[in-house]
């Protein structure tokens, strides 16, 4: 018992796999207790069992299991889920359940199977059963056997498949068990019951015995058909309605059964194929040509013993069909030709479709054969063409067959009728449609009038089977010349004709029921779409043969009326007037004709009056036109009363029913006034109103007829322009072009320039419909002439025809039908155009010589005789579909080994198709298929070849014929990765277009699946991509079905997929969008313009926009003719173009709070998949497409996912649109978009990579501006998949991806980015290899060896592997990279890239030498596109002057520092969870890479050497450094250094602490002074602090705003501290000031501060700080920083204007003080600021600003600027380039101009400026000379300080001296030893002597040191030396760091124009970084007593004390 209450207290389902059996009965009773409780289907509930089902059926203990069995029962039967165990359950079940002795266990296993098959899931069930017969053990396989015989029994041959159980069938009856014979026996009898006879063939073959007793059993059986007794769940409808039947009675049940009953099952599917063509005797190829003809005969006999198989294995069988048709054809034995007709027909019949090949070749032998009278012979040739007819198609064989029709041999003709009666029987309504059938009735009424009765009997009986199948509706238009003793004849016929299919034998009525029935469905919504045809005409061609049979059947009589049409009899003018009294009033009838022309038109206004009143019923159109046209009619002389009749004539077509009987009275009038300058355009509107009320086709005809018969060439030339104009607004269906063509060619050969014009008009109208076509007809027109045709043309290339906007009122019966027609022909109606032009017989060309060349053994002969093909069809240039033996030769020469006959072949078949144009379709199965084939071709070229060539093709012959048969699925089956990944392809591309395909599709379903799990990626891919395409034909049900046979696995995945393209499915083009998509060259262009289609255009999107309701519509009515979808479908999306407009104008991007956060989160936890793949797979699409659904309006997401490309397009425009103006959402989602480009990245289409890269740049170029940082969750879903596109072919594309990753490293970090490229560089595409390491070697150049990771050793091996690369390119990329590296850390590189080859190594070296000798060209590149072209006005932060003076790699070093700053805002790596320390991380990269850093004492051992000789020094370009700069090793610079470093610390202890140690030292005035030279740095420290807490602490919950409010305090000590200083305060440059400004300002409008306790009081400290700095920095620097923040802060969208506000506050604080700072201001450079600040902001951009003040501030700052300097301001533009092109100078003269104190001014501020400027005037002439002098003796060794004092002292004296001259052919350690030495001698003037000077003088090098581009930082206005000090410093640190590529001597900037201090705080940056990096160390070597210096230590002044320092270092070592 305790083991019993140890299981009884678990839940159930543990229950249910216990080991105890006792325990898993109770789970199993319980579960089914639960499982019958369980409401809800699909409860989660039901998925705890999934795994168990099968243990409750396979149980080893028999008790336990029959519990489990009736558990496992109620689980599939109430479980939503069930379905999904349905394979590995059955399997149980079969294997342990039907074993088991116990009936009830069997019993419940079988109703186990039957409910899976309820459940949908027959396949499996049936497949696991058969799978049980093979089974040694008796009992299963008959428990298997009665199982499959009582699921047919109630379920029925509809939802069993009997053909896989038939094929078991007879091993069954050969079983030694009599069991399994007795069991099988019964299943025998129940599938007779439902397919009676087509059971007999398969089972022939068993023993007689048994056949016999089968045979008795089905005698037994009742005729009755039987029914399915129980349903699927799908099937609840039929289920109900059966109920209700047998709760009725049968009687009705078996009424209304005839309807739904199911079509008798072929014998032929239930047959296995047999393989005959490796059965031939190896001699019948030459035994058939033998001379002899009993070994003909043999032949013969060994192929019929053959044929006799019922079904036959497809293959290649031309050969055998020739050699029989040659028999047929030319064999004199007419007992061997009705042998090789019997074997042609066995051959037909076993091959079905697969016939379908060759039956164009022997059709026409066949039917010439018939010349022989005998009667064998006839019968054997009528079987056969009749067995050949079956394969084929009507429309195939009409050619031949029509040919023959008028042969001389009466036994042919009538033959030929005679089959073509047996052939009609076969046929549909739609089978056999118009455009078939009236070629042959023209043929049968000749024939009804031969001479020969026979003939007429046979024209008679075919006629009559016509009639019969299509009714006399359809027929009567053909048969209006013949009498009616004929016509009762051919109605005879009729009568007496037995339909095949139909039941016989109950006379004429009930067989005329289906003929009767079977138009209306089709022709009802054929009216329906009438009109909407018309309403999308880019369906040229469809067009004209419409117009034929509407308006003329008869061919002969344009006035002949149609069947439905109205039709008026020419009325008596006595009745006309008598009708037109009955409604007009008297007085108007009494004055129509008065010779007084008012009281004409007074009669004309009652007569519109009336008109306007009169109901259309009672309107008699032909009396009230006939009056009009009473004299004097048209001839009237007065223009008005001409107007209103006209007027009247439209009123009177619109409003009533108007005939064409009506529009002959007026049309002679209308065309006589059409050219009128006064009433032509009444004359136009009445035309069109006829029109509308009688078609265009008819009157366009009537209409161009009579304007040509006249001479008028006004009438002429507006008729044409009306014309013209009619067709866009009719469409161009129904126009008979035959019947003007030749007006046209008339119109262009008119004397009246006028009407050529307007014929080429026309004409370009009918081009936009007809396409090239068109011009075929004017070839022969003179050049000139074709030339302005030509023009026309390309005027209307690319456009699609306009919508209609009216159409027929009346829809003429035939008009409906030929719409029917065409919808069903699958655009027959496409090459009616064509069929106008004359076409050549070639057949006579292709002679029997030719056809053996083709065939020739030498591949010269074979092209000599393709080349000869050639030429005969452009000789011909049009053909007919007769060309002999040529195809069978054309087909042998797609699989020629040469392949360029391959692809001359495949160019003669692309002649071919535009030749013979529509009549191409009956070669489709023997030479269109084999170019599928040729499509698995491993040339790349000649499957572009082929698919060109498919295209071709189906252009002309539609697709239905493609998809006939089983020719595309036995194409696919092959396993060739090429051949079905451009198939599938092309189907993806083809079966969107069609708007319905033959049922044949579904066979190409399995391979499908198949190729969705090919080895091949790119198979795969174009599998799921042609899924959607599939699913829009056949329905997802359909191809669920169909993945039953599929293995498990398998299925999973197909089924998955399926649900996937369910959700993408293309919406089905409607009716008339198929009838619209012609060979128009509009045809591609309507998807991408809404305007001109929009029914078209907007079912797709609408598709998109409501995926759900579409399958459910399809589930609802499977059977519902196509053209009523079409029709159906076509309001909705009209309605839904208006509201997608509305939508539209909306934001595009939706902010969701805290989504990127939360995607971020679900991917860390595997909730999704995480953004990594090779290709995209479908579930990563889904994925994204659900994510973003919520961030992009709905209309921008159906874009986006949407299948066409141009629709991407139309995205990806409208996101750039919307960027800007949305920014703060698009970053939200950024994620998002980011990863929907990658997935372009795969699409091949070049339109939207380049749409998707611009959009690309320009959101880069927003974050930059934005400040945003990527994160490392955006980064990694996109930058790998941009780096593979750098590896494009296409330049264009490179250059792009090459832009946008030099971007990304402005949002990125570059060191974040070097791991993705390294990956890159393991591509196998070359291209990509060289563009990776070329993206490296930059990333090097431009950042240093930081930025290699995970370590530069690491990094630099995986980049030299490459040197040995087998690509070119790659190795020099490789090797650029590697010099990259060496010109940044020098020899160290060797080391570093570990062991190479000599080869390598020596290439290396190499490279390395010529990039030495390279560096200044190099240089000088870079150096001059930044001076050629202004800066980007928007690019504000890097200003012009600054640009200048810095070289191309420190801009590159700036931007990044800039962006490394802007790191602190987000996504940093952490040290610990939740305080990021990029600030020490950076630090400790310096510190770890030791490439520049201080090395182990072998190394300074190795290095001792070079230090020891002085003259190799200038020979390490970027090794060299300035001497004085010793002096930051010293203890105090390292330690301030260490503290400031840690000011910027993320950890807030770590910072307080620091900021305590700094404010000590500030606040003592004698340690002040240590600071000094060391304020940007502190404050670079400090704005990084601020902008730390402001972006991550304050956002951190989970730290104390205490801690927060206390560092915020510390931070404004130690300012306020600082800015009490003035000497220090004065030392910050502008750059620094800027960002500090900018934090502090931030700091104050930080609304969460407020909230901290005490934080107005940390407010107002900052507004006292802000203040302080106003005060007492450098005015100059900050008045600076201050106008270019305000800019910053303008162009920035996203910034609060509250900011601007207190910058333009701090502003105007500055303007009030300037009386008293002008004098320590540098004009020149505020007035530069102020240049940049208009040059961006011009005064009319200003002005449309949301406020003026920015106006005002400017214009305050520049007006107190001219008062207190005058005229002399104007002076100060110095620095200003283009100073004409200024606004800045347009406005100071203003204001100096209009200044009233000028004059006073200009006395009062004759300042020691305007000294100094006399006085340059004075040394200009003596400076030369003085210079000179200095410099000789600076460049001596004794006299070089003597020169140096001077050199100062003259500096002094005049501070804007030029040196440039002098120093410009100087070498750069020359440059920097003067500036030192003037430094040094200031310094030491001043007391503080802090630099030590060097003795050490360089001489003046050949290879001389190329200036930096910012040399002397003395200027005219003498601004502050620390910032250029510490300018010095950058520059030798960047040396140090090899970054140093200095400018050409020309390149560098007057020094008269350089700006004292940059343009940023970024300038400081890697001086800072390099100090605090070098200091942290000297710290952390003084604490640990191993000092160790750099190694590239400066040279000493004194050699032998550098040799001690060694000294003391290697005994530190030890």
């Not at 005698?219 to 349903?231: C, D, E, G, I, Y």
């Not at 190594?1401 to 202004?1430: D, N, V, Y």
Request: charged share 30%; hydrophobic share 40%.
């Amino acid at each position: 018992m305790g083991d019993d209450s140890e299981w009884m207290k678990l839940p159930i389902d543990q229950k249910c796999e216990h080991k105890i059996w006792k325990a898993r009965l109770n789970g199993y009773e319980e579960a089914l207790k639960l499982f019958q409780k369980i409401e809800d289907e699909k409860s989660p509930e039901w998925g705890k069992y999934l795994g168990l089902i099968k243990r409750f059926v396979t149980d080893s203990n028999a008790v336990a299991q029959l519990k489990g069995l009736e558990a496992a029962l109620a689980f599939i039967e109430n479980a939503h889920v069930a379905g999904k165990t349905t394979g590995e359950v059955v399997s149980g079940v079969v294997s342990k359940v039907f074993n088991q002795p116990k009936a009830r266990a069997k019993e419940l296993g079988a109703d186990i199977c039957l409910m899976y098959i309820e459940i949908e899931k027959a396949e499996v069930v049936q497949d696991e059963l058969i799978k049980g017969l093979d089974n040694k053990n008796p009992k299963i396989v008959v428990a298997c056997i009665d199982t499959l015989r009582k699921a047919l029994c109630e379920f029925g041959s509809k939802i069993i498949t009997l053909k896989p159980v038939v094929k078991v069938l007879p091993k069954l009856f050969e079983s030694r068990e009599k069991a399994v014979r007795d069991e099988a026996k019964l299943l025998a009898v129940e599938i007779y019951r439902w397919i009676r006879d087509a059971l007999r063939a398969p089972l022939q073959n068993i023993n007689s015995v048994q056949l016999k007793e089968l045979e008795e059993e089905w005698v037994k059986l009742p005729t009755a058909a039987p029914k399915q007794t129980r349903f699927l769940r799908s099937q609840q409808d039929l289920k109900a309605k059966f109920e209700q039947q047998q709760a009725a009675g049968g009687d009705e049940a078996d009424g209304d059964d005839d309807e739904v009953e199911a079509a008798p099952v072929d014998p032929y599917e239930l047959l296995e194929a047999v393989e005959i063509l490796s059965k031939l005797p190896k001699d019948f190829y030459e035994k058939i040509e033998a001379k002899k003809w009993q070994e003909r005969k043999e032949a013969l006999e060994a192929v019929e013993a053959l044929t006799k198989n019922p079904k036959l294995e497809n293959g290649d069988y031309g050969d055998l069909v020739r050699a029989l048709k040659k028999v047929i054809g030319k064999d004199a034995n007419v007992m061997l030709v009705a042998m090789a007709a019997k074997c042609l027909a066995s051959l037909a019949a076993g091959l079905r479709k697969k016939f379908g090949t060759y039956a164009g070749h022997v059709v026409p032998t066949i039917l010439e054969k018939f010349k022989e009278k005998k009667p064998q012979v006839v019968q054997a040739l009528q079987e056969a063409i009749d067995a050949v007819f079956l394969t084929t198609t009507l429309q195939n064989i009409s050619e031949d067959v029509l040919s023959v029709m008028d042969n001389k041999n009466p036994s042919i003709k009538q033959q030929a009728s005679l089959f073509l009666a047996r052939s009609f029987r076969h046929c549909t309504p739609s089978t056999l449609p118009k455009s078939v059938l009236k070629p042959f009735c023209a043929a049968f009424l000749k024939q009804v009038n031969d001479s020969a009765p026979e003939v007429r009997d046979a024209a008679f009986e075919a006629l009559g089977t016509a009639m019969k199948v299509v009714g006399e509706k359809a027929v009567n238009p053909f048969l209006t010349d013949i009498d009616k003793l004929k016509l009762d004849k051919i109605k005879e016929c009729a009568d007496k004709v037995e339909l095949v299919g139909k039941k016989g034998g109950g006379g004429g009525e009930k067989k005329e029921k289906p003929a009767a029935k079977a138009p209306p469905p089709v022709e009802a919504p054929a009216k329906t779409s009438g009109p909407l045809k018309k309403a999308a005409p880019a369906k040229a061609a469809g067009a004209p043969k419409k117009g034929k049979p509407a308006s003329a059947p008869s061919a002969k009589s344009k006035k002949a009326s149609d069947t439905k049409e109205i039709v008026e009899t020419e009325l008596s003018t006595e009745v006309c007037e008598e009708k037109a009294a009955a409604v007009l009033p008297a007085s108007c009838m009494q004055l129509l004709d008065s010779g007084n022309w008012k009281e004409r038109l007074a009669s004309m206004e009652e007569f519109q009056r009336a008109v306007e009143q009169m109901d259309k019923s009672e309107m008699p159109c032909q009396a009230l036109v006939k009056m009009l046209a009473k004299k004097p009619g048209w001839k009237e002389t007065n223009f008005q009363v001409m107007q209103m009749k006209l007027h009247i004539v439209g009123l009177i077509a619109q409003k009533g029913s108007f005939s064409k009987t009506s529009a002959l009275v007026v049309l002679d009038g209308l065309v006589d006034k059409i050219g009128d300058v006064k009433c032509g355009s009444n004359s136009k509107e009445a035309l069109t109103a006829i029109g509308e009320a009688c078609s265009l086709p008819w009157i366009a005809e009537q209409v161009v007829s009579m304007a040509f018969t006249q001479k008028n060439p006004k009438n002429q030339a507006e008729t044409l322009n009306w014309l013209a104009n009619a067709m866009k607004e009719f469409g161009f269906a129904g126009i008979n072009v035959k019947a003007f063509i030749n007006n046209v060619k008339t119109a262009l050969g008119a004397t009246n320039p006028a009407v050529r014009t307007s014929a080429i008009t026309l004409l370009g109208v009918m081009y936009l419909y007809m396409g090239a076509p068109l011009r075929m007809f004017f070839e022969d027109e003179k050049p000139a002439l074709l030339s302005q045709i030509d023009a026309e043309f390309e005027k209307m290339q690319g456009q699609s025809p306009p919508a209609p906007i009216r159409g027929t009122k009346k829809t003429v019966a035939e008009e409906g039908d030929a719409a029917e027609e065409e919808e069903v022909d699958g655009g027959a109606g496409a090459g009616d155009i064509m069929d106008l032009l004359p076409r050549t017989d070639i057949s006579d060309k292709i002679t029997s010589d030719m056809v053996s060349k083709i065939s020739d053994k030498n591949w010269k002969i074979r092209k000599e005789g393709l080349d000869e093909v050639a030429a005969v069809i452009s000789e011909a240039k049009f053909i007919q579909a007769n060309i002999g033996e040529l195809p069978m030769a054309l087909k042998d020469r797609l699989n020629d080994s040469n392949k360029l006959l391959v692809q001359q072949t495949l160019n003669i078949l692309q002649q071919i198709a535009t030749a013979m144009g529509p009549s191409l379709k009956q070669h489709v199965r023997n030479l269109g298929i084999p170019v599928i084939t040729v499509l698995g071709d491993s040339k790349s070229n000649v499957r572009a070849a082929a698919l060109s060539t498919l295209n071709a093709w189906v252009e002309q012959t539609g697709m239905k014929e493609w998809l006939e048969g089983e020719d595309l699925s036995e194409e696919l089956k092959k396993e060739n990765p090429f051949l079905r990944q451009e198939m599938l392809g092309w189907l993806a591309e083809k079966l969107p277009t069609l708007h319905t395909v033959p049922a044949d599709l579904m066979q190409c379903v399995p391979p499908l699946y198949a190729c969705l799990e090919d080895r091949s990626g790119d198979v795969r891919k174009k599998a799921q991509d042609a899924l959607p395409t599939f699913m829009m034909h056949l329905g997802y049900e359909k191809m669920t079905k169909a993945t039953g046979k599929l293995k498990p696995a398998s299925k999973d995945q197909v089924v998955g997929m399926l649900e996937k393209a369910r959700a993408v499915m293309p919406a089905k083009p409607a009716a008339p969008a198929k009838a619209a998509a012609s060979k128009t060259p509009a045809s591609s262009t309507p998807a991408s313009k809404p305007a001109s289609a929009p029914a078209r255009n907007q079912s797709p999107s609408e598709d998109f926009s409501e995926p759900e309701p579409k399958p459910d519509t399809k589930k609802a009515k499977p059977a519902g003719p196509a053209a009523k979808k079409g029709v159906v479908g076509k309001k909705p999306p009209v309605k839904a173009a208006a509201k997608d407009e509305e939508d539209k104008s909306g934001p595009i991007f939706i902010l969701v709070p805290n989504g990127k956060e939360q995607r971020i989160k679900e991917e860390k936890t595997l909730k999704i998949l995480k953004w990594n793949f090779i290709t995209p797979r479908d579930e990563y699409v889904e994925q994204l497409k659900t994510q973003m659904s919520t961030c992009l309006a709905k209309w921008l997401q159906d874009e986006l996912f949407h299948f066409d490309f141009q629709r991407h397009v139309k995205a990806i425009g409208a996101m750039i649109e919307h960027m800007e103006a949305e920014c703060e959402a698009a970053i939200g989602c950024l994620d998002l978009i980011l990863k929907w480009f990658t997935l372009r990245f795969f699409d091949t289409n070049t339109s939207v990579l380049m749409k998707a890269l611009e959009f690309l740049k320009l959101l880069f170029t927003m974050l930059s501006r934005k400040n945003y940082q990527l994160n490392d969750y955006e980064a990694s879903s996109f930058v790998p998949y941009l780096i593979l596109k750098v590896g494009e072919s296409k330049d264009v594309v490179r250059k792009d991806v090459r832009a946008i990753l030099t971007m990304l490293c402005k949002v990125y970090a570059a060191s974040k980015v070097f791991p993705f490229l390294m990956e890159g560089t393991k591509s196998k595409n070359s291209k990509q290899r060289s563009e990776c390491l070329e993206e490296l070697g930059c990333l090097i150049e431009n950042f240093s060896m930081n930025v290699c990771q995970p370590t530069p050793g690491k990094a630099l091996k995986e980049i030299a592997v490459h040197i040995g690369d087998r690509d070119t390119a790659v190795r020099n990329a490789a090797l650029n990279t590697v010099v990259a590296a060496y010109n940044a850390c020098g020899d160290q590189v060797f080391k570093l890239i570990g062991n190479l080859s000599e080869k390598e190594m020596s290439m290396l070296e190499e490279r390395i030498k010529r990039s030495a000798k390279k560096t200044p060209a190099a240089s000088a590149k870079q150096e001059r596109p930044p001076r050629e072209h202004p800066t980007n006005p928007n690019a504000t932060f890097l200003r012009k002057p600054a640009q200048e003076e810095v070289p191309n790699k420190l801009r590159i070093m700036y931007r990044t520092y800039r962006i490394q700053a802007r790191a602190q805002n987000a996504h940093l790596e952490q040290s610990t969870p939740s305080i990021p320390k990029e600030f020490q991380l950076d630090l400790d990269v310096f510190e770890n890479n030791h490439t520049c850093a201080s090395d182990i004492p072998d190394l300074v051992q190795h290095k001792l050497d070079e230090v020891l000789e002085p003259v190799m020094i200038p020979e390490r370009k970027m090794r060299s450094v300035s001497p004085h700069f010793d002096d930051i090793h010293n203890s105090t610079a390292s330690t301030i250094n260490f503290v400031i470093s840690q000011v910027a610390s993320g950890d807030i202890n770590t910072s307080i602490q620091a900021l305590a140690q700094i404010d000590e030292v500030l606040r003592q005035a004698d340690k002040a002074e240590a600071m000094s030279g060391h304020i940007d740095q502190f404050l670079i420290a400090t704005f990084m602090q601020l902008r730390l807490i402001y972006n991550t602490h304050m956002a951190d919950d989970r730290l104390d705003k205490k801690d927060i409010f206390k560092l915020y305090s510390c931070i404004i000590g130690n300012m306020l501290s600082l800015f009490s200083m003035e000497s220090l305060a004065r030392e910050a440059s502008m750059g620094v000031l800027k960002d500090l400004m900018h934090g502090l300002i931030t700091l104050m409008l930080d609304s969460r501060v407020e909230d901290i306790e005490d934080g107005q009081q940390l407010i107002r400290s900052v507004n006292l700080l802000v203040v302080r700095v106003l005060e007492k920095s450098d005015q100059t620097n900050i008045l600076s920083a201050l106008l270019v923040l305000l800019q910053d802060s303008l162009i920035s969208t996203a910034g609060s204007p509250m900011f601007s506000e207190l910058v333009m506050k701090c502003l105007w604080r500055m303007i009030r003080f300037l009386p008293q700072t002008i004098n320590s201001i540098n004009l020149d450079r505020i007035l530069l600021d102020v240049h940049n600040f208009m040059k961006v902001f011009p005064k009319e951009k200003l002005k449309q600003l949301k406020s003026d003040v920015p106006h005002r501030t400017l214009k305050t700052l520049l007006h107190t600027l001219c008062r207190l300097t005058g005229a002399k301001i104007l002076d100060h533009m110095s620095m200003i380039e283009n100073r004409n092109e200024s606004e800045l100078e347009a406005h100071l003269r203003r204001v100096v101009k209009h200044s009233a104190n000028l004059s006073g001014l200009k006395t009062d501020k004759n300042t020691e400026k305007g000294a100094l400027r006399s006085d340059d005037k004075l040394i200009k002439a003596k400076v030369s000379d003085i210079l000179s002098e200095i410099f000789k003796k600076i460049g001596s060794k004794e006299n070089t300080k003597e020169g140096l004092t001077e050199l100062y002292e003259y500096k002094q004296k005049y501070s804007d001296a030029d040196l440039e001259p002098f120093l410009r052919n100087t070498s750069q350690f020359f440059q920097s030893y003067v500036e030192r030495g003037l430094r040094m001698i200031e310094s030491e003037r001043e007391g503080k002597g802090r630099i030590q000077t060097s003795t050490v003088i360089p001489q003046h090098s050949t290879e001389s040191y190329l200036p930096s581009s910012s040399t002397v930082p003395i200027s005219s206005n003498g601004e502050d030396m620390n910032a250029a000090a510490y300018y010095e410093r950058l520059k030798i640190l960047r040396q140090r760091r090899g970054l140093e590529n200095s400018t050409p001597e020309e390149e560098r900037p007057p020094l008269s124009s350089l700006r004292p201090s940059v343009a940023s705080s970024t300038d400081m940056l890697h001086s800072k970084l390099s100090q605090l990096k070098e200091s942290r160390e000297h710290f952390q070597q003084e604490q640990s007593h191993s000092h160790s210096p750099t190694r590239s230590s400066s040279p000493a002044s004194n050699l032998d004390d550098l040799k001690k320092r060694l000294e003391r270092i290697k005994s530190n070592r030890q």
